[in-house]
């Protein structure tokens, strides 16, 4: 580890295969608590490469666990996080939306490091409880529409680097690697990243798979469509600049959807929008986050044709019964 971090601290890079045999080796226990921490810091001080984040993706899905979905034509919704705004947990609820639609979701989740509330945390408040075993996946997928992947139980390898992350209590390369390790593999996927330069790197990746995506960011920081202010969509068709009217909106204010600094406060801001007593700025982050999954899946379709979609399957409460049926499967 010591030649590693000389290298990282000489301000060099390294190649895909190298990067991926580190990360291997960081996940087999070569390397002790400190020197993962130095190595996982160094990145917190530079950028990344496309070939470092190659790597590092290939690492994690030459180690993860086989879920047994590869049968369906599945969306992920999934934010990097660490854009450090405590929003309530607007792609766990757009996923439910998308699946309430008719559409099948394999949403990966974890616990929050960077911020007050993952997926994962709200997830297990609200009285889900993680698998791994196919059988109940699939059946979340026939019944649900949707299939809760908690990345720990798929990911065993990262064991060690869990508490790690969760010391340093900031965001790390790791954040960025979520939402590309899907261990379902989807074939189509809509990511809410925190940075331009990151979204950048997603659709180069993107570009050289078969992957039918959607990068989102928001100009002022959120890893997400946030109707604060302006937003980017990179895709298979290239990239584009969306003003809130554009939409067919207003913008809105940020205070408007915090709600990710306690599992409890994001938990009762999911039970509303879900229940149909939130806000309509709640509301209508979730759908036009849902909207521009859906419109990943059906590229011909106009946003405002997805927003309507999304707006039924909500409405109709089609989304509360996905989530319902999600938790009476366990």
């Not at 580190?22 to 087999?28: E, Q, R, V």
């Not at 302006?230 to 204010?253: Q, T």
């Given at each position: 580890?010591?030649?590693?971090?000389?290298?990282?601290?000489?301000?060099?890079?390294?190649?895909?295969?190298?990067?991926?045999?580190?990360?291997?080796?960081?996940?087999?226990?070569?390397?002790?608590t400190a020197q993962i921490a130095a190595f996982m810091a160094a990145y917190c001080m530079r950028s990344i490469t496309v070939d470092e984040?190659?790597?590092?993706?290939?690492?994690?899905?030459?180690?993860?666990?086989?879920?047994?979905?590869?049968?369906?034509?599945?969306?992920?919704?999934?934010?990097?996080?660490?854009?450090?705004?405590?929003?309530?947990?607007?792609?766990?609820?757009?996923?439910?939306?998308?699946?309430?639609?008719?559409?099948?979701?394999?949403?990966?989740?974890?616990?929050?490091?960077?911020?007050?509330?993952?997926?994962?945390?709200?997830?297990?408040?609200?009285?889900?409880?993680?698998?791994?075993?196919?059988?109940?996946?699939?059946?979340?997928?026939?019944?649900?529409?949707?299939?809760?992947?908690?990345?720990?139980?798929?990911?065993?390898?990262?064991?060690?680097?869990?508490?790690?992350?969760?010391?340093?209590?900031?965001?790390?390369?790791?954040?960025?690697?979520?939402?590309?390790?899907?261990?379902?593999?989807?074939?189509?996927?809509?990511?809410?990243?925190?940075?331009?330069?990151?979204?950048?790197?997603?659709?180069?990746?993107?570009?050289?798979?078969?992957?039918?995506?959607?990068?989102?960011?928001?100009?002022?920081?959120?890893?997400?469509?946030?109707?604060?202010?302006?937003?980017?969509?990179?895709?298979?068709?290239?990239?584009?600049?969306?003003?809130?009217?554009?939409?067919?909106?207003?913008?809105?204010?940020?205070?408007?959807?915090?709600?990710?600094?306690?599992?409890?406060?994001?938990?009762?801001?999911?039970?509303?929008?879900?229940?149909?007593?939130?806000?309509?700025?709640?509301?209508?982050?979730?759908?036009?986050?849902?909207?521009?999954?859906?419109?990943?899946?059906?590229?011909?379709?106009?946003?405002?044709?997805?927003?309507?979609?999304?707006?039924?399957?909500?409405?109709?409460?089609?989304?509360?019964?996905?989530?319902?049926?999600?938790?009476?499967?366990?």
């Open positions: 580890m010591k030649k590693i971090l000389n290298h990282l601290f000489e301000h060099k890079t390294f190649n895909s295969q190298e990067a991926e045999e580190i990360l291997i080796s960081i996940a087999t226990g070569k390397y002790n984040v190659q790597g590092f993706q290939d690492a994690m899905l030459s180690m993860c666990l086989d879920p047994g979905l590869s049968d369906y034509d599945l969306i992920d919704l999934c934010g990097t996080g660490g854009d450090g705004k405590d929003t309530f947990n607007i792609s766990t609820l757009a996923s439910f939306v998308v699946a309430g639609a008719g559409y099948k979701v394999a949403k990966h989740g974890n616990y929050g490091v960077s911020s007050g509330c993952g997926s994962s945390n709200v997830m297990e408040y609200l009285g889900y409880k993680p698998v791994k075993d196919s059988g109940h996946l699939r059946k979340s997928i026939e019944k649900a529409g949707i299939a809760f992947l908690h990345a720990p139980l798929f990911h065993p390898a990262m064991k060690a680097v869990a508490p790690i992350r969760k010391d340093l209590g900031v965001k790390t390369f790791f954040n960025m690697l979520g939402p590309l390790v899907n261990p379902a593999r989807p074939c189509y996927q809509s990511v809410g990243v925190y940075s331009l330069e990151i979204a950048r790197i997603y659709a180069y990746l993107y570009q050289k798979s078969s992957k039918h995506y959607s990068i989102l960011h928001a100009l002022d920081g959120y890893d997400e469509i946030s109707l604060t202010g302006p937003f980017k969509v990179f895709s298979n068709d290239g990239e584009s600049l969306y003003h809130i009217s554009d939409i067919g909106l207003s913008p809105i204010a940020p205070e408007a959807i915090k709600g990710g600094a306690t599992v409890e406060e994001s938990a009762g801001v999911f039970k509303k929008v879900l229940q149909l007593q939130s806000t309509s700025e709640q509301t209508n982050t979730v759908l036009c986050n849902a909207a521009m999954a859906i419109k990943t899946i059906s590229p011909p379709k106009s946003f405002s044709h997805c927003f309507e979609e999304a707006k039924e399957a909500l409405l109709s409460k089609k989304a509360l019964k996905s989530f319902n049926t999600l938790l009476a499967l366990v």
